[in-house]
Nanobody, 122 residues
């Protein structure tokens, strides 16, 4: 059974940093492109960033480029999201996602975690 479990969310002040983790199980992790999405209350889920299987290629949303960094550790079956210079606009539930589909960047994802709350105070 595939499972993605996010952790590391919390409440931080504007300008602060936070690192999210997503632990994957039940899949061959290195064969999956991983991504992070987020959803604020009353808003649609939006793309944040994705990372290639090898970790050599990434694609970021313009809203987070230069502030957020995705990385993965295939030996640990874990993908990370380092978030710096956080603003209240970053407040959302952050979701980890995985896809085995071949297109780069992916157009869709197969599996989703349950999310972790990130709240940035002003």
């Amino acid at each position: 059974q595939v499972q993605l479990v996010e952790s590391g969310g919390g409440l931080v002040q504007a300008g602060g940093s936070l690192r999210l983790s997503c632990a994957a199980s039940g899949l061959s992790f290195s064969n999956y492109v991983m991504g992070w999405f987020r959803q604020a209350p009353g808003k649609e889920r939006e793309f944040v960033v994705t990372i290639h299987r090898s970790g050599s290629r990434t694609a970021y949303a313009d809203s987070v480029k230069g502030r957020f960094t995705i990385s993965r550790d295939n030996a640990k079956n874990t993908v990370y999201l380092q978030m710096n210079s956080l603003t209240p606009e970053d407040t959302a539930v952050y979701y980890c996602a995985a896809t085995s589909r071949v297109r780069w960047p992916p157009l869709s994802y197969d599996y989703w975690g349950q999310g972790t709350q990130v709240t940035v105070s002003s």
